[in-house]
């Protein structure tokens, strides 16, 4: 790769985001402009800077390096992804909460949640879950994009973690929400062109579409030899049903992201970040198409990377991807990139990835820090201050800390654990099974009490925390907890257990605790109710007709 191709694209990348960090912070003035960009953002932006955020480097490097164990079985996430992450968020949630956020006046979802069952602890409690649990998604984002630029630049990855998190966190600090969906928008527009080139050339590369996926198919009895114990059937199938495989890919990636993407605070903020409906509407076909291609093209492209490794790479011949990366799954997309594309691609996919990692690591800065200042500092704490101030020290904590764990990560789980897929997975689980339940209740039921939100939300929490700790093996053996405290690092033994996701065992029984706690709890007064889902609920016309037929005689319908 030549260094002054490299160094071009590179410095205009950091020009152009220079720039719209400078608009951002001119145009923030106040802390509802920190926090949901005033409440006017233009539908493309607020599309892009959406999928932006969900599609980091773990959906290309992690999952990715993922697909190229697993095989295309990964492509049903791109399907729940557009389904439920898009249509289903947009259409059924977005609005919803869009007018009850902007009726409530909440600024962040920990602080939506806390107005809507008028409770400063909720909103405490959920702000602090998120700052806790959030540096550990944060933490895999960094780690992914940092491992990339040491790969290909050749760099310590420390100095490498260290200038991407500096970058992030200038435009982050000084703009707020709008610096981030500024950027969010032109990152997003590079990472859905460097995607669609990778396929074009993927293709190319192994002779096209149908040969391609041929070859990879006559692979089978490879994939078979190797792993055919733990449930593969080849990179074109799905894995044999509940073997350990299955579990993996169903339990953890496919439910674990798929249905997680509903409660993740960064994306709900966005909702509230536009004017109208219409924007929403607008924004679904374009947030659908641009998911489409970033995640699709990673889980299509992961898998083929075995054909490359194993018949067209000379120096890797004869090995799956898994093995010419030295068992590292994190570093199949990289190596795959640097062996296999040409040398001036290497370059764009350089910022491709910056702009995967920047996009997603801005918003978890700032949502982490909203919540640290906007949620528990003001919110539970009632403290009163400068609130832009008070938000940007916030997010300048969470950037220090999402730092440091970033930095020694890589010393727990080296050595071929896909963890920045599994760290995604984590935190979407986690959030699926504390705020979903809750969520949900929130804008579609009136009923809703504010024992049945507590309720969810601690069972969701602590069964997500128990499994995760003592039970599914791929977190509990590097936790050591287990380890510590009984002597084995999964009380599941060697059994299926050890590798069924939190996510489904803890939903299901934070929904089991929030219909309990929600039929003991007391009610919300109605004028509370009223004040909520004004504008929501759309009158049906047979309502109106039956309320015309009981006006008594003489009273004007208009009346």
Known sequence: ????????????????????????YRETRTGADYLVAGRRTHPFVMAMSYGATFVSTSAIIGFGGAAALFGMGLLWLTFLTIFVGIFVAFVFFGRRTRIMGANLNAQTFP?????RFQSRGLQGA??????VAMPLYAGVVLMGGGKFIAQILQVDYHAALLVLTLIVAVYVILGGIKGVMYTDAFQGSIMFAGMVTLLVFTYYRLGGVTVAHERLTGMKDIAVSMFGAKGHTGWTSFPTFMSEYWLVVVTTIILGVGIGVLAQPQLIVRFMTVRSDRELNRAVLIGGVFILVAVGVAFIVGPLANVFFYYENPATQGQIALLAANRQVDAIIPLYIGQAMPPWFAAIFMVTLLSAAMSTLSSQFHTMGTSLGRDLYEGALGRQGNSLLINKVAVFSAILISYALASGLPLFFEGGTAIIARGTAIFFGICAAAFLPMYFGAIYFRGMTRAGAWAGFITGTLTSLFWIFFIHVKESRPLMLCQALFGVDSLAGDSLWAVVDPLVVALPASIAATLLGNALGAKISSRHLVHCFRGIARAPRRATVKTGLQLPAGVPAAD
């Open 126 to 131: 959920a702000g602090l879950l998120i700052f």
């Open 111 to 115: 602080e939506f949640i806390g107005l």
């Open 1 to 24: 790769m030549s260094p002054l191709l490299l160094g071009a694209v590179v410095a205009a990348y950091l020009c152009i985001l220079a720039g719209l960090a400078l608009k951002a």
